[in-house]
């Protein structure tokens, strides 16, 4: 470090520039990223006496005759868990689509999900058919699955070492501004009334809209463009957007030593599946503290409270 406080080219203790781009990018990924997550699990709370009247209705139009309330539950839980079924999907997608478009492209590219569905969702009424809000909520849903997996990892190859912990944090707090401005946007003052409850459940189109705007100024992640892509020009200039600066030295040593140990066990070695990282004695113990808290996290019940909170208090009065 200079008594200016400039730093080296070779030191990556500290950022070389004021990290602006950095904030910025994890802005733009994280509003279209994370935070539709949480911003879907909550809007689905407030309209849940409006859309079960609608599964009603349109069932008696259909058949001249109404459901009853078990139907009605029954199938209300399917368009929530239609969600869930999505997530999945998502998740299962995500890989191919990180090594393929990239990690911003792979941002960018699944918003379609998000307006695919809110289109479905626009027009559920006058085509009067719940079955499209189901649809509708599976796009959503991996729309969300691949936004869960790929930012993250678009966070930690784009942000220098020593703030890569935080960067990555940054998911989470997206995830619980999401439901909280859910919850807000759902509130019968604003989008959680009777006429409105098809613009709430579409609402999630703004964000991705924000994302679309913004994220193709920022760059790519510098891991993928020099590991997948190979081009070293183009990992230069994103890690010295990133840095605010030159591309620090002794990051992209690190990259390239990276991408010559990946070159040699590619031609040592096939690369692992799924099935063969579960037989790795070495990875046994990563992958048992990988899936404890990913299962404890998940099951431990909160997403059920957003989905059926205003249903689990209109039953308990």
Partial sequence: MTSTGETKPGDTSRPSGNGRTLALTVCSAGIGGTFQYGYNISII??????????????????????????????????????????????????????????????????????????????????????????????????????????QPMYFGESAPTHLRGAVAFSSAVFTAFGIFLGQVVGLTELLGSKPLWTYLL????????????TLPWFPESPRYLLIDRGDREACLHALGRLRGGEAPVLEMEELCREQQQLVNNRSGAASKTPWSLFKDRDLRSQLRIVMAASSAMMLCGNDSIYFYASYIFLEAV
């Fill in 202 to 213: 579409a609402s999630n189109t703004l964000p991705g809209l924000i994302q679309l705007l």
């Fill in 45 to 150: 709370n407030a309209p849940t006496s409006y859309i079960q009247s609608f599964i009603n209705d349109t069932y008696v139009e259909r058949w001249g005759t109404g459901l009853d309330i078990p139907q009605v539950t029954i199938l209300w839980t399917l368009i929530v868990s239609a969600f869930s079924l999505g997530g999945l999907i998502g998740a299962l997608l995500a890989g191919p689509m990180s090594v393929h478009c990239g990690r911003k492209n792979s941002l960018l590219v699944n918003n379609v999900f998000l307006f695919v569905g809110a289109i479905l969702v626009l027009t559920c009424k006058a085509a009067k058919s719940f079955e499209m809000i189901i649809l509708a909520r599976i796009l959503v849903g991996i729309n969300s699955g691949v936004s869960m997996n790929i």
